[in-house]
């Protein structure tokens, strides 16, 4: 999906048509932001970068990426030179294996690659027009109202931190997001 597709989607929804186009896509950017501090890479789009990790030794070394599209280049640490590697094998998962070792220590591969999705795969697009929705329907600084007999009250942040609220995924957003999720580093 692109980004126009998603603006265009958010601003259909129920009580979005107020929003203007630029409103819309700094909802969606803003909730891009929070959907790739969930996952702990940047998810989309494709783009080729140059990224140094720290290795254990061993026969495989983890990138911090789960959709690995093409490797250029690996060069391995030994004092301040890089020495580049050959015969490297690498997954769509973002591992890269070889026969032998791997160094031990931090910062002692260094990889050219090309990963991510070309849009936000799967369900990514729902989670991020529900995300940006409710921060755009999120009353700011009012919690209550009062006028007459009748008063109305809002959840707030804390209160509906379980529902997700505004700036915030919910249960089920954050279950979509966990098959995009890099592992915690031990």
Same mark, same amino acid.
């Given at each position: ?8 989607? !958010? ?7 107020? !929003? ?47 959709? !690995? ?8 640490? =030994?004092?301040? %030179?890089?020495?580049?590697? %050959? ?29 991510? *999705? ?9 989670? !991020?027009?529900?995300?940006?929705? =409710? ?18 009250? *809002? ?6 931190? *379980? ?11 954050? =279950?979509?997001?966990?098959? *995009? ?6």
């Amino acid at each position: 999906m692109t980004e126009e597709e998603l603006r265009d989607r !958010l601003m259909r929804r129920p009580g979005m048509s107020h !929003l203007t186009a630029v409103q819309a896509e700094d909802l969606l950017l803003e909730a891009a932001d929070v959907v790739r501090d969930h996952v702990g890479w940047h998810l989309w789009p494709s783009r080729e970068e140059t990224i140094t990790v720290d290795a254990r030794g061993g026969t495989t070394v983890p990138l911090p990426t789960l959709h !690995l599209t093409d490797l250029t280049s690996v060069a391995t640490a =030994r004092g301040e %030179e890089w020495v580049d590697v %050959e015969g490297v094998a690498w997954s769509e998962g973002g591992w890269l294996l070889r026969h032998g070792c791997w160094p031990d220590g931090p910062r002692s591969v260094r990889a050219s690659i090309v990963h991510g *999705y070309a849009g936000p795969p799967g369900a990514v697009p729902s989670v !991020l027009i529900g995300l940006a929705a =409710r921060t755009a329907t999120a009353p700011a600084g009012v919690s209550s109202e009062q006028s007459g007999g009748e008063s109305l009250s *809002y959840a707030t942040a804390a209160a509906s931190d *379980y529902a997700g609220g505004p700036g915030l995924l919910s249960p089920a957003e954050m =279950r979509v997001l966990d098959r *995009y999720r890099i592992g915690a580093a031990p």
